[in-house]
């Protein structure tokens, strides 16, 4: 399935050591092939590109915050990585700016190669510390034609000081169709340590589906910014201790985010 989309659905996370912890909270996503944002915004009174709306993508909001077109920084990534999609889409799931307000912890970029293969994933990651990180891995041959993802990452970005940085991420789901699902362990020397999960079923990206969405749902990413601090203030009254934030090394610098 091919296009943009509104997926309504839940994050979840599961923390296991070495106290267990659950949260849940409903959430939605735009899923936004980049090629159609413009027309998208076009055509729809309640979304747009790069200017102020009920609901809205801005370019700044993501890659190196510098406003340069999403599609151009993405094919960069691909491109150091060497990954090749041929001009095929790129479609980015995300949490859009609800009236004016926007915070992603994470976004998706699933890049397609021309006859729909599923090439690569860019797996966008900000932290509240307002810095960003993006993971670009290939998609397994044996997985592009079913648009499976299951790859894995070491974890470079510090997100919260209640996890240390020695970690690997593994991401299972699928690009989406009907249905919308992906999880991450982050695993730590002792096993998964954390467990998280976005699942969404498909939407029209139509005026009246974003009105239901934004009306059911208000001040979306203000209430995960929220969420994200109260969780902590949780964590810290169950005990679990607080790790120290890494000093800049000379690796590869950081995207300041926003």
């Given at each position: 399935m091919?296009?943009?989309?509104?997926?309504l659905g839940e994050v979840g996370h599961r923390r296991l050591r070495p106290?267990?912890?659950?949260?849940?909270?409903?959430?939605?996503?735009?899923?936004?092939?980049?090629?159609?944002?413009?027309?998208?915004?076009?055509?729809?009174?309640?979304?747009?590109?790069?200017?102020?709306?009920?609901?809205?993508?801005?370019?700044?909001?993501h890659g190196d915050g510098s406003g340069a077109p999403l599609r151009a920084q993405a094919e960069a990534h691909l491109a150091t990585s060497g990954i090749q999609i041929g001009g095929g889409p790129i479609r980015l799931l995300?949490?859009?700016?609800?009236?004016?307000?926007?915070?992603?912890?994470?976004?998706?970029?699933?890049?397609?190669?021309?006859?729909g293969a599923l090439a690569a994933m860019i797996y966008e990651v900000t932290s509240t510390f307002r810095e960003r990180r993006a993971y670009v891995i290939p998609v397994a041959p044996q997985d592009q034609a079913a648009g499976q993802v299951r790859q894995r990452a070491a974890k470079t970005l510090y997100v919260s000081p209640f996890m240390g940085m020695d970690m690997e991420y593994l991401f299972r789901g699928q690009a989406p169709g009907e249905?919308?699902?992906?999880?991450?362990?982050?695993?730590?020397?002792?096993?998964?340590?954390?467990?998280?999960?976005?699942?969404?079923?498909?939407?029209?990206?139509?005026?009246a589906a974003l009105a239901r969405a934004a009306l059911s749902m208000p001040l979306l990413t203000l209430k995960v910014v929220a969420a994200i601090h109260w969780e902590a203030l949780r964590l810290w009254l169950k005990g679990v201790r607080l790790t120290r934030r890494p000093r800049p090394h000379g690796e590869e610098p950081l995207t300041r985010a926003g």
């Open positions: 091919s296009g943009s989309a509104l997926y106290r267990e912890h659950r949260l849940r909270y409903r959430v939605f996503w735009l899923l936004l092939d980049l090629d159609e944002v413009d027309g998208l915004a076009a055509r729809r009174r309640l979304f747009s590109h790069n200017r102020f709306n009920l609901i809205s993508l801005h370019d700044r909001d995300t949490m859009p700016r609800v009236l004016g307000y926007v915070f992603n912890p994470i976004s998706l970029y699933f890049c397609h190669r021309p006859d249905r919308m699902a992906l999880s991450i362990d982050g695993l730590d020397g002792e096993g998964v340590l954390i467990h998280a999960h976005m699942r969404g079923e498909r939407r029209p990206l139509s005026d």
